[in-house]
């Protein structure tokens, strides 16, 4: 069946240090990926997506590439502000059925 | 523009209690709609999914049902609640498959 299984937390960075997420998918056929950024109480906001290999997803300094071939789609960020610390979540949407998978969520906190 | 309401964002409910969580979706019509739940720092769990009216498919054997009455109206049930039932519960829509799911607020659902 279709997962997604991404880097377990918490993780903790100083402001301005560089940020990678990884995650890696098992699906059948094309999946969409999608990263989602949860604040404290809140649901959960779309960060970026990425439809079909080599596409790559960027928003408010964050990036993530569709890679096929390692079937991942890591999440990358250059400088981290304080601002950046929440629960962030990697998915998948099957190409093929409403069955929306996501990874167990990766705790960051960012310090001044 | 698309909106989703989810009701109430609190609930403390006794053991053996009945539950019913409310979600509506504007702006759209006919759109994919989802019930996960989000046990304290795990990940995401899709319980039902619908992709119309009075469809509903369930994903694992639980103490809990959905329904659709209308089509931008998407309710999660019980008829007594057990302990394990706490979390907190997201409902989201999408507009097709391989596509995003937007997200509500978020019920945070306490069984003592």
């Known amino acids: 069946g279709n997962s997604v299984t991404q880097m377990e937390g918490p993780v903790t960075l100083s402001e301005e240090a560089f940020l990678t997420i990884n995650c890696t998918y098992t699906a059948t056929g094309y999946p969409s990926l999608f990263w989602y950024v949860q604040y404290p109480g809140e649901g959960l906001q779309l960060l970026l997506k990425?439809?079909?290999?080599?596409d790559k997803g960027s928003n408010k300094g964050f990036e993530a590439t569709y890679r096929k071939e390692t079937t991942s789609f890591h999440l990358e960020k250059g400088s981290v502000q304080v601002s950046d610390s929440a629960v962030y979540f990697c998915a998948l949407s099957p190409y093929n059925n409403n069955d929306m998978r996501f990874g167990a969520g990766t705790r960051l906190t960012v310090k001044p | 523009s698309q909106t989703i309401h989810q009701w109430p964002a609190t609930l403390v409910q006794p053991v053996g209690s009945p539950l019913s969580l409310e979600c509506t979706v504007e702006?759209?019509?006919?759109?994919?709609l989802y019930w996960y739940r989000q046990a304290a720092g795990r990940g995401l769990q899709l319980l039902f999914y619908s992709v119309g009216i009075g469809q509903i498919s369930s994903e694992v054997p639980q103490n809990l049902s959905a329904s659709r009455p209308q089509d931008r109206q998407f309710i999660l049930s019980s008829k007594k609640l057990l302990l394990s039932d706490s979390g907190f519960y997201l409902c989201?829509?999408?507009?097709?498959?391989?596509?995003?799911?937007?997200f509500g607020q978020g019920t945070r659902l306490t069984v003592v």
């Open positions: 989201a829509w999408s507009v097709m498959m391989n596509t995003e799911a937007f």
């Open positions: 702006g759209t019509s006919n759109p994919n």
């Open positions: 990425a439809t079909k290999a080599d």
